[in-house]
């Protein structure tokens, strides 16, 4: 009786992994393993690139929102939202669900339409350039 014959589905030359030498299954895992690396880089690549795309849209629309020369700090902005769904759905958008949350990314956008011009008791002081 074949193998073919004992389990429906397999074909009678499949070979169990535990029965092939080392240096096959190296070669097998090797072949399988560079394309999903390649995906897995480029799908890394692409939600990067997302995340960039939304920032700069949060600063698009905290400056529509705010204006050209007006001070605030995040824990402003982010009480602001309570009032502008616009704004609270760019936060939702970028992940930010507190002002502290929110200081640290206008941190990292800080030079990208956004300065830093000072600080008070809570935290620093913004103006959209």
């Known amino acids: 009786m074949t193998t073919a014959e004992t389990a429906p589905g397999i074909h009678a030359n499949f070979r169990h992994p535990e029965n ?47 204006g050209s020369g007006c001070c605030f700090s995040a824990r402003e902005l982010f009480a602001h939202a309570r009032v502008s769904p616009e704004l609270a759905a760019a936060f939702a958008d970028a992940g930010v669900d507190s002002g502290r949350v929110l200081g640290k990314l206008l941190r990292t956008l800080c030079g990208r339409g956004l300065e830093r011009i000072g600080a008070d008791e809570h935290g620093a002081i913004w103006t959209c350039s």
Request: glycine share 0%; net charge positive.
């Open 20 to 66: 092939l030498p080392r240096a096959t299954i190296r070669k097998r895992n090797s072949v399988l393993r560079y394309p999903l690396n390649e995906r897995i880089a480029a799908l890394e690549r692409e939600l990067q690139q997302l995340r960039e795309q939304q920032r700069l849209e949060l600063v698009v629309t905290i400056a529509s929102i705010v």
